[in-house]
């Protein structure tokens, strides 16, 4: 089992086994579409971009992440370079500010998202807030979601969060 406080040291672990058997490249790197590193206690994601590049044979095509029950306080925006990526587990962490869902928009493929068990879920408005950021989740903190929990999302959004004013410049003749 791996256990480790920082991502380079994947490269010198075993991975744990799973149900199917994970292929292999001639390069001996995995050919998996999917990263699983819950239940440690990383607390950032330095050198993640270059473990996982050693790891994996296609990185680009990594589309699940598990960093659930870590002690992340932030979301990385390493995450953000995974352009696959579908499903994202970041429960159980200590990430404490709310806006730091925002970098996770970047993420067009997104669908699947875990945040609960973090202090931002305290926060007032979280799902609220998660939803209308990530519009095109479809699980959230492993719940389907609605129809009512979009409209539910729109007027909270309406309510809190003031639209950013367009400034116009004018050009001085």
């Given at each position: 089992?791996?256990?480790?406080?920082?991502?380079?040291?994947l490269?010198?672990?075993?991975?744990?086994?799973g149900l199917?058997?994970?292929?292999?490249?001639?390069?001996g790197k995995?050919?998996?579409q999917?990263?699983?590193?819950?239940?440690?206690?990383?607390?950032?994601?330095?050198?993640?971009?270059?473990?996982?590049?050693?790891?994996?044979?296609?990185?680009?095509?990594?589309?699940?992440?598990?960093?659930?029950?870590?002690?992340?306080?932030?979301?990385?925006?390493?995450?953000?370079?995974?352009?696959?990526?579908?499903?994202?587990?970041?429960?159980?962490n200590?990430?404490?500010?709310?806006?730091?869902?925002?970098?996770?928009a970047?993420?067009?493929?997104?669908?699947?998202?875990?945040?609960?068990?973090?202090?931002?879920?305290?926060?007032?408005g979280?799902?609220?807030?998660?939803?209308?950021?990530?519009?095109?989740?479809?699980?959230?903190?492993f719940?389907?979601?609605?129809?009512?929990?979009?409209?539910?999302?729109?007027?909270w959004?309406?309510?809190?969060?003031?639209?950013?004013?367009?400034?116009?410049?004018?050009?001085?003749?």
């Amino acid at each position: 089992m791996f256990s480790s406080d920082h991502p380079g040291d994947l490269l010198s672990e075993e991975p744990r086994t799973g149900l199917r058997p994970v292929r292999h490249a001639k390069s001996g790197k995995s050919m998996t579409q999917s990263l699983w590193l819950n239940n440690n206690v990383l607390t950032d994601l330095r050198d993640f971009n270059h473990a996982v590049s050693q790891l994996l044979e296609h990185p680009e095509n990594l589309a699940w992440i598990d960093l659930s029950f870590n002690d992340l306080t932030s979301i990385d925006p390493v995450l953000t370079t995974f352009f696959n990526l579908s499903v994202l587990y970041l429960h159980g962490n200590s990430i404490q500010r709310l806006g730091e869902v925002n970098k996770l928009a970047a993420l067009p493929r997104l669908r699947s998202l875990t945040l609960h068990g973090n202090p931002i879920e305290e926060e007032k408005g979280y799902r609220q807030y998660v939803l209308c950021t990530l519009p095109h989740i479809t699980t959230f903190d492993f719940s389907g979601v609605t129809k009512a929990d979009r409209t539910t999302a729109e007027v909270w959004k309406r309510m809190n969060i003031k639209p950013k004013k367009v400034r116009i410049k004018h050009n001085a003749l």
